[in-house]
């Protein structure tokens, strides 16, 4: 018997930034974030609670800061 997938709840925010994430592959995370409108605190709160939950991922290459989804 396979294990159950867990379902998991995102925010609205959350949801906002995986959408983008989704559109714009390989995004820098100024951009990311500009292209969200988010006040720093929903910021904050909303990567790190996609980045919980395994979503997303940021590589630092030099001075390069690119965001990667992790979602199928």
């Known amino acids: 018997m396979r294990p159950e997938k867990k379902q998991i709840d995102l925010t609205e925010d959350e949801k906002y930034i995986i959408e983008i994430l989704k559109a714009n592959e390989g995004i820098s995370i100024g951009d990311l974030k500009e292209k ?31 965001v990667e989804y992790l979602g199928k």
């Open 36 to 66: 969200t409108g988010l006040s720093g605190k929903k910021w904050d709160a909303a990567s790190k609670g996609i980045s919980k939950h395994g979503l997303m991922k940021v590589v630092v290459n030099g001075d390069n800061k690119i």
